[in-house]
């Protein structure tokens, strides 16, 4: 059964980074928009950053300049690099797929992992 495997979460203090991966197994992501979403304190689910299956890349404005996200077609694993992290970065992040970039913006998600905890303290 398809499957999306997220870590790399933990706690940190305002201005930290910490890096998020998230591995696919029983497909092969690399024809699939992979990209991050988060929820916070309002508990909705909101888009963070996006890649495409030829490595572009689009991010939500408030992460911009700040976060990165990358991939490893050979190890099927997305990454998500936080750096400058804000206490309004908390929240569960999410690992998901969608068909392509217009459904994952519009939150049309194929596959949801099971989340990774971050809190970054001010």
């Known amino acids: 059964q398809p499957q999306l495997v997220e870590s790399g979460g933990g706690s940190v203090q305002a201005g930290g980074s910490l890096r998020l991966s998230c591995v696919a197994s029983q497909f092969t992501y690399s024809s699939y928009y992979m990209g991050w979403f988060r929820r916070g304190p309002g508990n909705e689910r909101e888009p963070v950053a996006g890649i495409d299956t030829d490595g572009t890349t689009r991010y939500a404005d408030s992460v911009k300049g700040r976060f990165t996200i990358s991939k490893d077609n050979a190890k099927n694993t997305v990454y998500l690099q936080m750096n400058g992290l804000k206490p309004e970065d908390s929240g569960m992040y999410y690992c998901?797929?969608?068909?392509?970039?217009?459904?994952?913006?519009?939150?049309?998600?194929?596959?949801w992992g099971q989340g990774t905890r971050v809190t970054v303290s001010s």
């Open positions: 998901t797929i969608a068909g392509d970039d217009g459904s994952w913006w519009a939150r049309r998600i194929w596959l």
